[in-house]
C-alpha cells in the first residue's frame, strides 16, 4: 500500500496496459525502478471497459498523491507513417484510411513518434475509455502497446555481423498472441520493415507465422536470424527448438539480458512493453 505521511516517501507511477479482454495496473517505484504491484481484471459481462476502469481507479492504491505519473499502454490496430510524411492535423485521417472502426465507436486516434526509426505510430483509444482515465489522471500520457518496444528492438540489438541483415524478433504481447517485427540493417542503419500482431493457440501457429513472415522478406540463412524474446515457457521452449530446424540463427533473449540493469526485467508479471516504456520514461 503507498505510504503517506512518512519519512519514506517515494515518488511511484501508475502503468495502466489496456487489452481486448480486459486491463493491468502496475504501480512501480520510479526512483529503484521496480515493482510495487500489479493487478490484472478481466471485462464482466454487462460492464463496458470504461465503467469497469472508472470503478478501480477510484481506489485508494492508484488514486493518491503518491502517484506522479501515469502512463497508458493502448493495445488494438496500429498503422505506421514515415515521419516525413507525417502531419498531425492528418493523424486521424491517415488511421481511418487502413483500420477500420467498428461501427458505433467513437475514438480518439493518437500517435508517438519514434525517431530511431524515423516512423510514427498511430493507434485508438475510445472516448469513454479515455475520459474515465482522465477522470482520475489528467495529465496521463498515451502510448501504442508496442511503440517503445520497436524502438528498443531495432536500435542496437542486431546479431549478425553481416553490413546488410534482416532480424525478426517474436515476443507475446499476450497468453494467446505473437507479434512479430522485422528490422534490416544496413551498414549500421536500421530501418523498420513490419510489425504485426498475430492470434495464436501454440507453437504451431507461432512458427507457422514467423517462417511466413521469413519467406515473405526473402530472408537469408547466413546472415539473417530470429531472436524470440520473454521469459522462459514450455511454448517458448517448442517455438524455439522447432524454429533451430528451418532456421540456422535463432535465439532466445531473456527480459533480464534484454535490459541488464532493470529490477523490473526481473519480475515474470512485467509484460516486455511495460518494460521498454518504463526503461524510456523513469
Given at each position: 500500500?503507498?505510504?503517506t505521511g512518512s519519512k519514506t516517501y517515494r515518488p511511484l507511477n501508475l502503468s495502466i496496459r489496456l487489452r481486448a479482454d480486459g486491463f493491468s495496473f502496475f504501480v512501480c517505484d520510479a526512483q529503484a525502478a521496480s515493482l510495487v504491484r500489479g493487478e490484472h481484471f478481466k471485462l464482466e459481462e454487462g460492464t463496458t471497459l470504461a465503467e469497469r476502469l472508472t470503478r478501480e481507479l477510484a481506489r485508494t492504491e492508484y488514486n493518491n498523491r503518491q502517484i506522479e505519473q501515469v502512463f497508458v499502454l493502448v493495445g488494438g490496430p496500429v498503422t505506421h507513417?514515415?515521419?516525413e510524411e507525417f502531419r498531425r492535423d492528418e493523424a486521424a485521417t491517415m488511421y481511418n484510411f487502413v483500420v477500420s472502426t467498428p461501427e458505433g465507436v467513437k475514438q480518439h486516434v493518437g500517435y508517438n513518434i519514434?525517431?530511431?526509426?524515423?516512423?510514427v505510430e498511430l493507434f485508438a483509444i475510445a472516448d469513454d475509455v479515455e475520459e474515465?482515465?482522465?477522470?482520475?489522471?489528467?495529465?496521463a500520457r498515451l502510448f501504442a502497446a508496442n511503440a517503445m518496444v520497436l524502438e528498443r528492438l531495432c536500435t542496437g540489438?542486431?546479431?549478425s555481423s553481416a553490413d546488410i541483415s534482416t532480424e525478426l524478433y517474436a515476443y507475446q504481447p499476450s497468453d494467446n498472441q505473437l507479434t512479430?517485427?522485422?528490422c534490416r540493417n544496413d551498414k549500421k542503419v536500421t530501418t523498420l520493415q513490419m510489425a504485426n500482431t498475430y492470434d495464436i493457440a501454440g507453437a504451431d501457429d507461432a512458427v507457422y507465422f514467423i517462417l511466413s513472415v521469413w519467406q515473405m522478406f526473402n530472408m537469408i540463412q547466413t546472415t539473417d536470424g530470429?531472436?524470440?524474446l520473454g521469459q522462459k515457457s514450455e511454448l517458448m521452449n517448442e517455438i524455439l527448438k522447432r524454429l533451430k530446424e528451418y532456421v540456422?540463427?535463432?535465439h532466445h533473449l531473456l527480459p533480464n539480458d534484454f535490459f541488464p540493469n532493470m529490477p523490473l526485467a526481473r519480475e515474470r508479471e512485467v509484460p516486455l512493453d511495460l518494460m521498454a516504456l518504463l526503461l524510456n520514461r523513469l
Open positions: 500500500m503507498p505510504a507513417v514515415p515521419l519514434l525517431p530511431q526509426l524515423e516512423v474515465a482515465i482522465i477522470r482520475f489522471h489528467p495529465t540489438n542486431n546479431s512479430i517485427v522485422a530470429i531472436t524470440l540456422i540463427h535463432v
